[in-house]
């Protein structure tokens, strides 16, 4: 079975601060896809990335970072500089391909950026 | 704007009903997903439509069905409902119809309440 935990309920940090939100999974699969989601107060739910179990290489995308270590199976979403904007829900997701596609969602983790 | 449209936005209805939510997709999308976000059980993916036809299950209670019609908008239809599909259903749409592997873009959902 497929699991995704963000221990991380709440954050709340002062604007220019650095903010990694954590994303640990499970699975025995050997190929399967990680992604994060963004859900702002407005609600709808925004993609952010989607990252393969065979590419560990960092992403980085303007403001924010992904850091995949297969040795700790973690897939950390680092935002440097936070702004009031990326207040919101970040979710993290695990998709596996064995047996048909199961995508396993994690609770949440829900930032809050303050001026 | 994603440019995925969903209605309705909110629906109240009772326990044992059954409602229809509709979704389009963005102009030139062929895939559809459908997504349910409830406190108790949290982000879960429902189904994938592709150019009409069925082409991922997830979740998805038999109590539930889904149809993508010939001008590729879809209905999830909730039957015998009880309070716990209560939620907020999700609708994305992509462009290909491998299941999620490139960028989904979210509706604003429809908030379901089952009194």
């Known amino acids: 079975a497929q699991k995704v935990t963000q221990a991380q309920t709440e954050i709340s940090v002062v604007e220019k601060e650095d903010v990694t939100l954590d994303c640990v999974y499970e699975?025995?699969?050997?190929?399967?896809?990680l992604f994060w989601y963004k859900q702002p107060p407005s609600g709808e739910l925004v993609f952010l990335i989607r990252?393969?179990?065979?590419?560990?290489q960092n992403e980085i995308s303007g403001r924010y970072s992904w850091n995949f270590q297969k040795s700790t199976s973690s897939f950390n979403f680092t935002i440097t500089a936070s702004q009031v904007v990326d207040s919101a829900v970040y979710f993290c997701a695990l998709e596996v391909t064995g047996g048909g596609n199961k995508l396993t969602f994690g609770t949440g983790t829900q930032l809050k950026v303050e001026l | 704007d994603s440019g995925v449209t969903q209605t309705p936005k909110h629906l109240i209805t009772a326990t044992g009903q059954r409602v229809t939510l509709r979704c389009s997709p963005r102009s030139g999308d062929l895939s559809v997903y459908w997504y349910q976000q409830s406190l108790d059980q949290g982000l879960q993916f429902l189904i994938q439509?592709?150019?009409?036809?069925?082409?991922a299950k997830g979740n998805i209670l038999e109590r539930f069905s889904a149809q993508q019609f010939p001008d590729l908008h879809s209905e999830l239809n909730l039957s015998s409902l009880e309070l716990g599909d209560s939620a907020l259903y999700f609708c994305a749409s992509s462009g290909t119809g491998t299941t999620f592997t490139d960028t989904q873009y979210f509706g604003p959902g429809t908030r379901l309440t089952v009194l």
């Open positions: 699975t025995r699969d050997t190929t399967y896809y």
């Open positions: 990252r393969n179990s065979f590419d560990e």
């Open positions: 439509y592709y150019n009409g036809e069925e082409r």
